[in-house]
């Protein structure tokens, strides 16, 4: 009797292993697919002064900083990076390994964050006007997976602002527009799927990226409504990839440049690949 309980007990774990198992494939397949959609090959035209010479001084210091003339105009740029993330304010921080994609399309971020038994294992992507957030427990057990109209306008937000680790997105000929705040600050104003998105980037004389702020659809509110939140962080270092100048450690958060500041993201990119 007792065997023949064990047995169906056996069966029915097997059963349910083998689901998450289909399941797990079956996503990553879909992720993969998307990230595909995403790698183009790069424009056979190359960054020149002249294509910036019509912008304020502030803004042409940043694009002659961030791309050196001559550099092939890149319409993606894939990167590996490490770091630590956290879900909360008095949570501690945990490590994080992660590539992703990026394009004026979309993004696709795969990340493994965690050690051992509790790592979680997931993507973020927004690509053909979809947005999705899908993480599991040691890539089995799934936690994860929104889906809805909140979490595609927060991963717009989301994508813009990762267009600083893709400059070549960000120049006038792609529908950018730019101004000047002063001398140390400057605006790109852009839209993407209809979305209206205003990046502020502080820069020091030389054009480098300092700070970068924006507000982003996202729940972390007092009543954990959704609302348009001064979304932003600081750059600490930077560095130079194939004629790409981007930041290459940065911290990032919710609430930036307020008392309610939420650093919940330290990353540091160790490759990036333009195309």
């Given amino acids: 009797m007792f065997a023949k309980v064990f047995f169906s007990i056996g069966l029915l774990l097997a059963i349910a292993l083998l689901?998450?198992?289909?399941?797990?494939?079956?996503?990553?397949?879909?992720?993969?697919?998307?990230?595909?959609?995403?790698?183009?090959?790069?424009?056979?035209?190359?960054?020149?002064?002249?294509?910036?010479?019509?912008?304020?001084?502030?803004?042409?210091?940043?694009?002659?900083h961030a791309i050196a003339p001559g550099t092939p105009i890149a319409t993606s740029v894939s990167l590996e990076m490490s770091g630590s993330f956290r879900m909360?304010?008095?949570?501690?921080?945990?490590?994080?390994?992660?590539?992703?994609?990026?394009?004026?399309k979309g993004f696709v971020w795969k990340a493994a964050i965690g050690r051992g038994l509790f790592q979680f294992i997931g993507a973020d992507y927004y690509?053909?006007?979809?947005g999705r957030m899908q993480f599991s427990l040691g890539g089995l057990i799934p936690l994860v997976n929104a889906h809805n109209p909140d979490v595609k306008r927060?991963?717009?937000?989301?994508l813009a602002g990762e267009l600083l680790w893709l400059p070549s997105a960000l120049l006038p000929q792609q529908g950018v527009?730019?101004?000047?705040?002063?001398?140390?600050?400057?605006?790109?104003?852009?839209?993407?799927?209809?979305?209206?998105?205003?990046?502020?980037?502080v820069i020091d004389p030389d054009g480098k990226v300092l700070k970068i702020s924006f507000?982003?659809?996202?729940?972390?509110?007092?009543d954990g409504s959704f609302a348009y939140?001064?979304?932003?962080?600081?750059?600490?270092?930077?560095?130079?990839?194939?004629?790409?100048?981007?930041?290459?450690?940065?911290?990032?958060?919710?609430?930036?440049?307020?008392?309610?500041?939420?650093e919940f993201f330290r990353g540091k990119i160790e490759r990036a690949e333009f195309c």
């Fill in 88 to 104: 909360e304010r008095d949570k501690p921080w945990i490590p994080m390994r992660a590539t992703e994609i990026i394009s004026a």
């Fill in 215 to 222: 507000l982003r659809w996202g729940e972390h509110t007092d």
């Fill in 19 to 64: 689901v998450l198992v289909v399941l797990r494939v079956k996503n990553e397949q879909e992720v993969n697919r998307i990230w595909r959609s995403l790698s183009t090959a790069p424009a056979e035209t190359r960054f020149t002064e002249d294509m910036v010479t019509e912008l304020p001084p502030p803004v042409r210091r940043y694009f002659l």
């Fill in 177 to 201: 527009s730019w101004q000047a705040i002063d001398e140390r600050t400057i605006q790109a104003s852009l839209k993407i799927d209809g979305e209206p998105v205003t990046l502020t980037l």
């Fill in 127 to 130: 690509a053909n006007k979809s």
């Fill in 154 to 158: 927060s991963s717009i937000g989301r």
């Fill in 229 to 262: 939140i001064p979304f932003g962080g600081e750059v600490q270092q930077e560095q130079t990839f194939a004629g790409f100048t981007i930041p290459s450690q940065v911290s990032l958060g919710w609430w930036f440049g307020t008392d309610n500041y939420l």
